[in-house]
């Protein structure tokens, strides 16, 4: 069984104790969880700041730290997309309240008292999970401060659209190995619109091909909430006659008309692979 190394916390000197039998190493742990202590964290390739961006990890997300190392680098894996790099240490913080909420706006601010005239501590994006311990005036207050009831939602409160959350990241500069309203990709921008719609998804385009939804002829009519699938890059079916996606041409999330973005992309020498509809 070849396992994905993105997805797999095994090194020859150090692995998961869970991959014991499956991978060598010289030694195996349990790991620890801890939660990410800052609105977004960079999850790297490599323990460097000048390391390729993988993903990134959000307030309040859950990681499992394998390796603390002296340089500030924490090798981690995120339960929620099971996704493997490295964090700054700093970054992360003792689990804490389980979280109860989250963030549904683009962006909220997190206040250090109930009154929006106090300076913001930080600024939390859409995803971010917070565990709140009551409400008080309109803010919920949790242990990092106090945010509006209004931009939360709890696990019941599911988007019932993906497309228009993803809609909602129009404009939002592109950024290779994004999931934030700051900045995302295009696999970012669909695992970040499903996931408030209840729906889990992979990180990257490939591995959300082979997992999300069912195959369509390549002469299907689409309709929205198709996902499009090119090499390295996937698009989502806003409607009939238009896409919408992050991406290095526009250099954000964009819509445009679905015939001019296939005969765009094909013209760069990519064709389009699959079309994927979901249940």
């Known amino acids: 069984m070849t396992l994905d190394p993105r997805l797999t916390p095994a090194r ?10 499956q991978v060598e190493a010289a030694r195996y742990v349990e790991g620890d969880l801890r939660r990410v202590a800052v609105p977004v964290a960079p999850l790297r390739r490599r323990p460097a700041s ?5 993903t990134q990890a959000l307030f309040g997300e859950t990681v499992r730290v394998f ?20 964090l700054p240490t700093e970054a992360l913080a003792a689990p804490g309240a389980a979280p109860t909420h989250t963030v549904r706006a683009l ?10 005239k106090l300076p913001p501590r ?6 971010s999970k917070v565990a709140v311990r009551e409400v008080r005036g309109g803010f919920a207050v949790t242990p990092d401060g106090f945010l509006p009831i209004v931009h939360l939602a709890e696990p019941a409160e599911r988007e019932g659209d993906f497309v228009a959350v993803a809609a909602r990241f129009l404009g939002v500069p592109y950024l290779w190995g994004g999931r934030s309203s700051l900045g995302l990709d295009c696999s970012g921008l669909v695992q970040t619109a499903l996931a408030a719609a209840g729906v889990a998804a992979p990180r990257d385009s490939d591995m959300q ?20 699938f090119w090499p390295g890059h996937v698009g989502i079916v806003e409607a009939a006659d238009t896409l919408l996606h992050a991406n290095a041409f526009h250099m954000a ?14 013209a760069a020498g990519l064709a389009l692979r699959s079309i994927r509809r979901l249940a």
């Open 12 to 21: 020859p000197d150090l692995a998961s104790a869970a991959l014991k039998g």
């Open 67 to 86: 390796e603390d190392d002296p340089e500030g680098w924490s090798w981690v894996q995120l339960e929620a997309d099971r996704y493997v790099g490295y």
């Open 107 to 116: 962006r909220t601010f997190l206040f250090p008292g109930p009154d929006i």
């Open 253 to 266: 999330v964009a819509r445009e008309p679905l015939a001019e973005a296939l005969a765009r992309i094909a």
């Open 122 to 127: 930080e600024a939390l994006v859409l995803g």
């Open 50 to 54: 000048d390391a390729p961006l993988e």
């Open 209 to 228: 091909e082979a997992a999300l939804g069912k195959t369509l002829p390549l002469d299907a009519e689409p309709r929205r909430g198709d996902l499009l």
